[in-house]
């Protein structure tokens, strides 16, 4: 039965507490997410604190691909493993990329697009002060909430093999307002920690060697839990709303 009238509060409540029961269970899991988001995060500080104003835009388009790699790659066999922890109670023993598999490609593939259109803006809008460039990459961000959302429920059926998961279908079962609130509150506890954590570190006097490292175990730690917490909220999505994700492809709907 389709749940048109999804609980925002309490699906948000379930996916932290489901996400973190995967971390739990899983502990590769758990420690693979901390050790690639720790990287992201150094990599990402350091090039920005080595930037100038000559080498600003290359350095940036250095981190947005990196990061794409970085999160997209190593994180696509946890995320599936997530997925499929949250739908069949499976419990992973292996998190290896493996390109030979099709689902690894397809989840890697759409991964690395949301990454693309989500970290361009954020990346790009760091420095920038013209405002239309902050104009253009407002319009970017738009469009990656846009497809974001609309893709949630893809990643799940991926991840299981639903014999109808491609993006035409996950469009036609996303209700779109529904799945945007609930992803805004269940990231909302992330956003703020990850916030202050930010301000802590932008407002501190004299920043020492120890006072970057608890930055970066801190933000990857954050994201770590947001990340666990949002892969078990596209499966609750989906367990909720996917019709045409379940239809062999071809079938008429």
């Not at 990643?155 to 993006?167: E, H, K, M, S």
């Not at 703020?192 to 970057?212: F, R, Y």
Request: glycine share 4%; charged share 15%; no cysteine.
């Amino acid at each position: 039965m389709i749940d048109t009238k999804l609980p925002v509060f309490r699906t948000a409540f379930a996916s932290w507490r489901d996400g973190l029961a995967a971390l739990r269970d899983m502990p590769m899991v758990a420690a693979i997410i901390f050790v690639v988001m720790a990287l992201d995060t150094a990599m990402n500080e350091a090039l920005r604190q080595a930037a100038v104003p000559e080498t600003a835009v290359p350095l940036q388009l250095v981190r947005v691909v990196l990061s794409i790699f970085l999160l997209s790659f190593f994180l696509t066999p946890v995320a599936i493993a997530i997925n499929r922890y949250v739908q069949l109670g499976e419990i992973a023993r292996r998190y290896v990329p493996d390109m030979s598999s099709s689902r690894f490609r397809r989840f890697f593939g759409y991964s690395s697009l949301i990454n693309l259109l989500v970290l361009t803006p954020l990346t790009i809008g760091e420095e920038s002060t013209d405002i239309y460039i902050a104009g253009a990459l407002a319009a970017f961000a738009l469009i990656a909430i846009f497809v974001l959302v609309f893709t949630w429920i893809l990643f799940p059926a991926i991840a299981v093999d639903a014999p109808g998961a491609n993006l035409r279908n996950a469009v036609k079962d996303t209700r779109f307002f529904r799945a945007l609130f609930i992803s805004f509150v269940t990231f909302f506890p992330a956003l703020v920690a990850g916030l202050l954590i930010e301000v802590l570190w932008e407002e501190t006097p004299v920043p020492s060697k120890l006072g970057w490292l608890f930055y970066v175990l801190g933000i990857a730690a954050v994201n770590s839990l947001a990340f666990a917490a949002l892969a078990a909220m596209s499966s609750h999505l989906y367990r909720a709303w996917a019709v045409r994700l379940l239809q062999p492809a071809g079938s008429v709907s």
